[in-house]
Each structure stands twice: as C-alpha cells, then as structure tokens.
C-alpha cells in the first residue's frame, strides 16, 4: 500500500483526548439514567435486514447499511432482478442483514421479544453507535452514537415529568446553564388542525408560524394563504400570532383556542399537568418552554413532544429530543405499549461543551507521572515504586526505553504529564524520589508517602 | 409482522443484568490500562475493505463482513464476474466497505494513518466490537468485543514486563485468584526449529509436545516421527520432553539446548529478563510458567508470546493472550515499528467470574427504592424526595402509576429492588417516610435525612 491509509467518509477515528472527552460526557448521561432507575440493555450492531427494513419511510431504508451475505451470495441472488441489474429489488436477496439505523427500532423488537422476561413498565437506556448512509457534512457522520432513555407500559405523564428534570439534571451537571426544554404536544398540534380545518395542512401551518420571529405576523400569514390556508383559518388561531408570556399564560391561550377541539383541549391538560409539576418541583439550570410550533417527527408521537436547545450564546441545533408515542411496539405485533423517551446528541453536545470550554481539565487519560528511565537498575526500582502506586489507584508510567533525558522530558510535555520522577543511583541508596514539577520546574526529593501525596 | 421478532445468529442482545456484568468486567480493565499509562482510541466500525483485506489470511478475507455500496450498487459491477456469478470476484466492485475484524489492524492504520500526530511510544488500549462471520457455536460470536492494550514504538522489554503485571492486577481485582500467565518466546521456538533442523515441522512439533501429559513420551516421539521429524533431531531436544522445575531451571535447560542457535538464546535472554524482573517485582495472585509449547500466532509474534489460562478449578481455554511483533505497521508502509500487546477475553472472562459466582451483589444497575404511588398528591411529595436523593447519588424511582399496591410491591420484588418507599396523607402531614425493607419485611418510619442514610 503506497498512499497513507484512511477511513470511510463519514467516519471518525478519536484520539485518546477525544475519547476521554467523549466519555466524561457519556458517563454523565449515563449516572444520570440510572439515577433516574434506568436500566442499560444492549442489541446487536446488526439486525435481520426485515426488523428494519419498512420502519423509516423509503428514504430510511435507502440510508440503511446492508451487509452483504457471506459466502457465495449470487447462488440465492434473484436471476430477474439481477438480469434486470435492479440494484433496489435484488438487495434484498443478497443481503439479510443491516446496521442498526436507531437504538427505537431495535428496542421496540427487543420488547417484544423478551416480553415474558420483561417486568413492565420497562425503563432501559441504551447508548451506542448507529450507521446512516448519509452523505457527510459538518457535524453528520455515518457512524454516531445515540444515547436514549425510554419508558415502555406506563401512560402516566409523570414520566414526562421526569423526563424533563433528566434533561435539566445531566445539563447542569454538564455545566451547560440556561438550556431551553421546549415542550409541545401532539394532541396540540391535532386541535390546531381542527380548529384551522385541515389536518394536511398543519405542516406547512407551523412552518410558517416558526417564522414569526424573522418574518413578522404579515409574512407568516402571507405564506399560510399561498399554502392554502384560508384567511378564517388562520383568524381561528389569531393568539399564535402573540403566543407569549408565562407558560401558564400561554396554557390559558390554547385552553381558549382550542375549547371546541375534544383532542386539542386533551393536550392542554397533559401540558398543564407536566408544566405545573415540573415548575413546582423546580429545574436547576435549564428553562422549560412552551414551543406550539416544535413538531418533530410529528407522524411518530402522540403525546408529549420534547426538544431542548443550547444556551442561547451558542449558535446550534437541538441537543436533544423525545416524545410519547402511543404504540412502540405495534410494528412487532405487541400492540397498547405505550412509550415516552428522550435523546441526548452526543455530538452536538460536544461541540458545545468544547466551545463554551466547559470540560474540566482533569478530563484526560494521561499519565500523573513518567518515571524516567536511566538503565534497567533504576527501572527496577522505578517500577517497585510504580506498582504501588498503581495499586492506590494513581496513573503514572515508565518511559520504556533508557534514552537521553532531553527525549524522555519531551515526551512527558507533549504527552501532557504533569510530573517526571527522577531516579538515579543516589535515589536509590537513599530510598528517595526526585519530582519534577513539569509545569513550574519546582523539583523535591521525597520518601514514597511524600510522592504518592504529591501525585495523588 | 405476525411472528416474534428474532436477531441474527450468532448475535446476542444483553439484558440489564448482563450489561450492568459486562460494564463491571470492562470498567476493570480500563481503570487498570489507564492505570498502567494506556490510553484509549476509538476507530470506526467499518473501514475501507482494502484496509482489512488480505491481512488476515484468505480465511480471514472470508470471515469479514462486507457491506454493501449504497444506491443502484449494480451500475459499477464488474460485468464479467456478474456474468460469471463469482461472487468472491465480484465483492470488491459492490462493496467498498467492511466490519473490523479485529483491533489490532485499525490500530496499525490509526499510527500510520497520525504517526505525524502521535507521540512515540505509544501506549494504547482500544475496548470495541469485532465482527466475523464465522459458524456460531457456544461461545463463539458473530459480533463480540475485544480488549486490547498495545505499545509501540519501543523495543523495551519493561514493556513485556508490565504486561504480565498488568494481567495479574486485573485478574486480581476481579477475584480471578491463581490464573496462569503463561509465557514463550518466538525466538525460542524458532530456535528449536534450527536445532531440530527443520522449521517447517516446528508446528508439528509443538503440536505433538503439547500432549505430553495425555499420551505420554513415548506417544509424543511417535507422533513426531510419523509427521517426518528425524530421531537424531528429537534426540537433541529431549530436555523438552522432562520440561518440568521452575522457571530459572527451565530457563537454564533451554540454555543448554539452544546454545547453538543465535537466535534461541537471543529468546533465552530476553525470557529471563522477563520472567527475573516479573518475579522479583513479584505478582499479587497469578502464576507465571514458561510453556514452549505456547505458539499462538506463529507467523505474527517475533518475540514474547503470552496467553492465560483460567484458575484450575474452571475447564475453559485461555482468557487472554498477546505478544511482540517486530513490524506491526509494515502492513502499511511505517517500518521499524515494533510493537508488544496484550487483549482480554471480555466473554470468556464473563463466564469464568458467573462461574465462580464472583460478580459482586452490588453489580446492578437496578434503583435502590422505589417509591409507591398512591395518587398525583402523593406522588409530588414523592418526587421532591426523589429529587434530592437522586442530587446525592442514589437511584431512586417512583412507581409511574397509582396503580393497586399489590402490583407495584410485586414489581419491586421482581426488579430486586431491595426498599420500597411508602407516602400517605399521614406521612405528608408529619413530613415523613414510610421505609419497607422488602428483603426482611421490616417497616420503619423516617425523616428524610434518616430516609437518605437508610438508602445511601
């Protein structure tokens, strides 16, 4: 191989300060979980191309990765389609298998099939890569991880209570003050559509009334007309137009609004009962909002809609998202399965973290110290000293090789380390240890206790 | 869909309980490989196919998974093996893409691919899945992880010697008293092959020696000389055949044996600087044992080789192994760069701990109460508890549903949650908490302080 190696477009290799990065945040998210009694599971990074296949409309079963079957593949290939060369219909005779496209799928199937295992309602978490064949961009990769918290068997809208205060907790704990929890409901959106007479036209209706804060009452009402939507319609929904003030305030406008929509005054109460319990109960840093106009994945949930946006100083996408949907499990057969769970973006949430520069410096995997190495003799009482350190639980290496301690310094300070111990035969005859202080260049001779206090 | 959803063969989906095991083992190994000055990289689950193909042999190029271009994937296949339906032809023109198979190639592509980036030496450990299309069997998977720790960039032995330290404090601390470290030289085997005159048969000859302890000497000499390996040659080796004694005197008889081959006593060398320094450091619960019937990778390892084997009192094949190889990056064009490894056999590892029963009770991700729900009044006051146990650290939960009392005490049972907490009027009145030990039945009524001790 002549040219330097590389990875697929889309992929990512992460160095050691990257994943040590990676994982303060994870394991945040994670502590935070169980904290709130949710159990990890984990499913196979592929599954039978059938369980995924058909679940993400035809634009998802495009950026579904397909595994090609193994062995002799065109003996069972379809001789028409393969004829026809129809790349689309002959996949799926050469290929069984695909990559995880979402940890939703996967656990809808995993429910249903351990139903008899399962003690309902069913908490799980799941953190771990999935694969879309997306054509990358900034900040869209192929290979990402997702991180879900979801609730199976329970309808009571404590969860989303809950929901809530975890993403209010582990954003706190991030560091991240003043995240916006924007919150909506389904059943909103259905009333909003009743009210304005067209349920087909509720997508283009809360498109346009996203634009208010660019393009002013006048615009948004001008693009609801060229959408369709007659000019009594959007009379109907005049306090949209003005949809501020406290979310109690805003409660009390959908409650007028919507009095003549069965579904739409069923979605002010689930707003009014989670609102005023999460308020009552308190957040800690972030800010709830009440947003009608968040409609993500609006043919997939039907209570609850949840999104939550970065401090307002960073210029970024949602960092997460979730909603209730009434029926995970019914692709599978296992129908009344209620769900409500949320997603933390672990990439987005990276990025803000990194630019608000918010992790701590102590996240790192590097060494607390480097023994310099001055001969197999000194080594050895090097790694005497070593092991028990090790055994305190303390990070600290031997510079392998007796090289010149120019090159041995050097590597301590590109490898960020913050001390060097040196040991010479005097060291030795003593029971001493020299420590460098590589950042101020302080240098003390100490007893074992004195070193393992100074780099615990 | 009208049967139960299935994965994959050879794929395994991991229940809590599983996951909260698995999690304890690898948590282990990762504390101690930082521990040990390793530091962890992530590479992406697929890699360009020319990366991995042809590095494992033709059984490996086989075993890896491909995966399937996206789009019409037809348009740019090769027409003459369509037309011929060479499907081992063919892969390469529809499928640019392949599942790692193991960890030890992405980390040769990741070093050459940042050697600008990288400081040398380089101590890594990477814990990430594989993926091989192999026959599944009990206890062989399609998909599993792998637990490497690999230096490179340094001849060092010290190296060799912390590796078998580093095997003896993880197995330590998980409990795994008395495993054997066992440990060989390539240069020791190749220096048999020289002294038995005959490099090719040095497979058979390991093969044959290593049933000593079934068919005995007699046995062994026959099978060596059927598969053509001349007396006179068995004759000079026959120290091999009463290969017993400790270390030194193992290492004196190879001495004596291989003081004819350069190279031989070259492995004699670096095995006594090894095995001298690891026993004179001294190891907390493993056995070290020099076995030269050890060859695992023969045409990969230069120097060291190591595998280890369970405590006696478990029958399973080893649970570790690694060793040095001279050119790990050659493969991709960086020469001269030595490498030395060890990897942990996270499923096997899992087995032997169940099997001893030496997971600690502790290890679950299960809540320590669950906090019963008699009603949205009481469920409120339920959570502001909730709120503050979970700012402590405690996993806590409150029951979704008021449902009958009797099912949510059964789903506490069934969850091994070890408290159930109670709340009523009378307990909201006097600002209290009714604690049921659901273990021991015992009830006991708390302020939240004394709640939060009793859960802590």
Redesign the interface.
Same mark, same amino acid.
């Given at each position: 191989?002549?040219s330097?190696?590389?990875?697929?477009k889309g992929?990512? &290799?992460?160095?050691?300060a990257e994943?040590?990065k990676r *994982?303060y945040i994870i394991q945040i998210i994670k502590?935070?979980f $169980?904290?709130?009694?949710f159990?990890?599971? $984990? !499913?196979?990074?592929?599954?039978?191309s059938?369980?995924l296949m058909g679940k993400y409309g035809e634009e998802g079963d495009? /950026?579904i990765?397909?595994?090609?079957n193994?062995? &002799?593949?065109?003996?069972k290939a379809n001789a028409a389609h /393969?004829e026809n060369?129809?790349?689309?219909k002959? !996949?799926a005779s050469?290929? =069984?298998?695909a /990559?995880r496209y979402d940890l939703t799928v996967p656990f809808a199937?995993?429910v249903?099939?351990?139903q008899n295992?399962i $003690?309902f309602?069913f908490?799980?978490y799941q953190i771990q890569?999935v694969?879309r064949?997306d054509r990358p961009q900034k900040g869209r990769f192929r290979?990402f991880f997702q991180c879900d918290a979801d609730?199976v068997g329970?309808?009571?809208l404590? *969860?989303e209570? =809950?929901l809530v205060?975890l993403y209010d !907790?582990v954003f706190t704990e991030l560091g991240l003050k003043g995240v916006t929890v924007k919150i909506n409901n389904r059943k909103i959106l259905s009333g909003i559509a009743e009210v304005i007479g067209a349920s087909d036209k509720l997508i283009d209706f809360t498109v346009a009334l996203d634009k208010l804060d660019k393009i002013g009452e006048d615009g948004v009402k001008k693009e609801m007309i060229e959408k369709g939507i007659g000019a009594a319609a959007i009379e109907k929904v005049q306090p949209l137009f003005n949809f501020t003030g406290t979310i109690a305030e805003k409660i009390e406008k959908l409650a007028l609004l919507l009095a003549s929509s069965e579904e739409g005054m069923k979605g002010v109460e689930e707003l009014r009962f989670i609102c005023e319990?999460v308020m009552?109960?308190?957040l800690a840093s972030a800010i709830l909002d009440l947003d009608v106009t968040l409609a993500r994945g609006l043919n997939y949930y039907t209570g609850a809609i949840f999104e939550v946006a970065p401090p307002k100083e960073v210029a970024m996408g949602s960092i997460g998202g979730g909603g209730r949907y009434d029926d995970l499990t019914g692709?599978?057969?296992l129908k009344n399965m209620s769900g409500v769970g949320i997603s933390f973006g672990l990439d987005r949430i990276y990025l803000v973290v990194e630019e608000l520069n918010l992790f701590p410096e102590t996240v790192t995997? !590097?060494?607390k110290a480097l023994f310099i190495?001055y001969g197999d003799a000194e080594?050895?009482y090097a790694?005497?000293a070593i092991?028990k350190l090790?055994?305190a639980?303390?990070?600290? $290496? /031997?510079?392998?090789?007796n090289a010149k301690m120019a090159k041995q310094f050097q590597?301590a300070d590109?490898?960020n380390i913050p001390f060097a111990v040196i040991i010479g035969e005097q060291e030795i005859a003593s029971n001493l240890y020299s420590l460098k202080n590589l950042v101020t260049g302080e240098q003390v001779s100490l007893d074992f206790e004195g070193l393992k206090n100074a780099v615990l």
């Open positions: 191989m002549a330097k190696p590389s990875i697929p992929t990512r &290799d992460f160095s050691p994943v040590a *994982q502590n935070n $169980e904290k709130f009694g159990q990890p599971i $984990e !499913t196979p990074s592929f599954e039978n059938e369980t495009r /950026l990765f397909k595994i090609l193994s062995g &002799d593949f065109l003996a /393969l060369k129809d790349s689309t002959l !996949t050469i290929s =069984e298998k /990559l199937r995993y249903v099939q351990h295992d $003690e309602p908490k799980r890569p694969w064949a290979e609730v329970s309808k009571s404590w *969860q209570v =809950e205060q !907790t319990n009552k109960l308190g692709i599978f057969g995997a !590097t060494s190495n080594a050895f790694l005497q092991r090790r055994a639980g303390i990070k600290v $290496e /031997l510079y392998p090789d590597h590109k490898r």
